[in-house]
C-alpha cells in the first residue's frame, strides 16, 4: 500500500553535471541532464538540459542545448532551443541559433545569429523539425 521506491542519487542531490576548473576534456560529451562547465572542453557538447559557462570555463566545439548561459568563452556552433544568456565577461566567436539571446553590456560576441523562436526541435543536422518536413 505504501510501497514507495528510494530515490536514486542523483534526484536526492539534484541532476546537475560539474567538470571543475582546471580540468581540460577533449572529446564529445552528451547528457540528459544540466551541466556546469567550470574547465575547458575541446569536442561537441549535447545535452537536453541547460549548460552554464563559467567565468574560468571554455569550449571549441559545437553544442546543442535547450537553454545555456555562457559568462566564459566559446568558440564553435551553438544551437540552443529556449534562450541563450551571454554574461557581461562572456566571449563567444562563431555561429548561434537560438530562440531568444539576451547579451548583457561588456559581452564579446562576433558570430552570425539565427533567431528561430518557433523551433521546439533542433537536430545535430542543423536543421529543425519545420525545415526538415517542408
Do not use: W
Not at 12 to 30: C, F, Q
Not at 41 to 53: A, E, H, M, R, S
Amino acid at each position: 500500500m505504501f510501497d514507495k521506491k528510494p530515490k536514486s542519487y542523483t534526484d536526492l542531490l539534484g541532476k546537475t553535471n560539474r567538470i571543475v576548473e582546471g580540468t581540460i576534456i577533449t572529446g564529445d560529451i552528451s547528457s540528459p541532464s544540466d551541466f556546469r562547465l567550470d574547465g575547458h572542453l575541446i569536442g561537441n557538447f549535447q545535452t537536453k538540459g541547460k549548460i552554464v559557462i563559467g567565468p574560468a570555463g571554455s569550449i571549441k566545439g559545437d553544442i546543442i542545448c535547450k537553454n545555456c548561459d555562457i559568462e566564459g568563452k566559446f568558440e564553435g556552433k551553438i544551437q540552443v532551443v529556449e534562450v541563450l544568456n551571454l554574461k557581461a565577461k562572456a566571449i563567444v566567436h562563431g555561429d548561434v541559433v537560438c530562440g531568444k539571446l539576451s547579451v548583457e553590456p561588456g559581452a564579446e560576441f562576433t558570430a552570425t545569429c539565427t533567431m528561430k523562436p518557433n523551433v521546439k526541435n533542433l537536430l545535430p543536422s542543423g536543421q529543425s523539425a519545420e525545415e526538415k518536413t517542408a
